[in-house]
T-cell receptor
């Protein structure tokens, strides 16, 4: 168990550019979550996958945001036409697998990708 | 809709003193409740969780929390603070009636003075 990994750890981009982040969950976990965290705030839920199915999306996830988990393993989060307001830490978490109990499961978080939009 | 309120964005205690971080939730039915800790430049780590079993929950690093339905609270305590406890603490709620959307509070930064 190597934990949840995220790549890149830091991304600086210019306004209007597209960016893509990757999350590799713990291998036996079937649930994967994306959150956004801005300075001084707690993580805000963006979206959630059960295996490859995206089951819930926050209204925070505008049309410029898209997330995929094509094979039920790693996930990508893409932001198109970035805006300065997109600057934040993007966190990925995973949970689930054999012997787990649904929404009471512990979520294991990655270190996050810090996005800065200039 | 569920929500979480953490009272106090900053709490400062002396080393060896009691730590009390406050969390109140709003939910139509008792939800699952969590406390996570975040150290600088690291991801969140679970301290403890309430899943409708015992109302007094013990977690890692000497922390515990008590679920009080009448007060809709889930305050985090530790009898004696250690310098290594300095971090950001988040209370979170998730539904026990379906769905996996977890709502986090704004966080409380704990400072420990020598």
């Amino acid at each position: 168990d190597t934990g949840v990994s995220q790549d890149p750890r830091h991304k600086i981009t210019k306004r209007g550019q597209n960016v893509t982040f990757r999350c590799d969950p713990i291998s036996e976990h079937n649930r994967l979550y994306w959150y956004r965290q801005t300075l001084g705030q707690g993580p805000e839920f963006l979206t959630y996958f059960q295996n490859e199915a995206q089951l819930e999306k926050s209204r925070l996830l505008s049309d410029r945001f898209s997330a995929e988990r094509p094979k039920g393993s790693f996930s990508t989060l893409e932001i198109q036409r970035t805006e300065q307001g997109d600057s934040a830490m993007y966190l990925c978490a995973s949970s689930g697998g054999p012997g787990t109990s649904g929404s009471a499961d512990t979520q294991y978080f990655g270190p996050g990708t810090r996005l800065t939009v200039l | 809709a569920q929500s979480v309120t953490q009272l106090g964005s900053h709490v400062s205690v002396s080393e060896g003193a009691l730590v009390l971080l406050r969390c109140n939730y709003s939910s139509s039915v008792p939800p699952y409740l969590f406390w996570y800790v975040q150290y600088p430049n690291q991801g969140l780590q679970l301290l403890l969780k309430y899943t409708s079993a015992a109302t007094l929950v013990k977690g890692i690093n000497g922390f515990e929390a008590e679920f009080k339905k009448s007060e809709t609270s889930f305050h985090l305590t530790k009898p004696s603070a250690h310098m290594s406890d300095a971090a950001e603490y988040f209370c979170a709620v998730s539904p026990n009636t379906g769905g996996f959307k977890t709502i986090f509070g704004a966080g409380t930064r704990l400072f420990v003075k020598a």
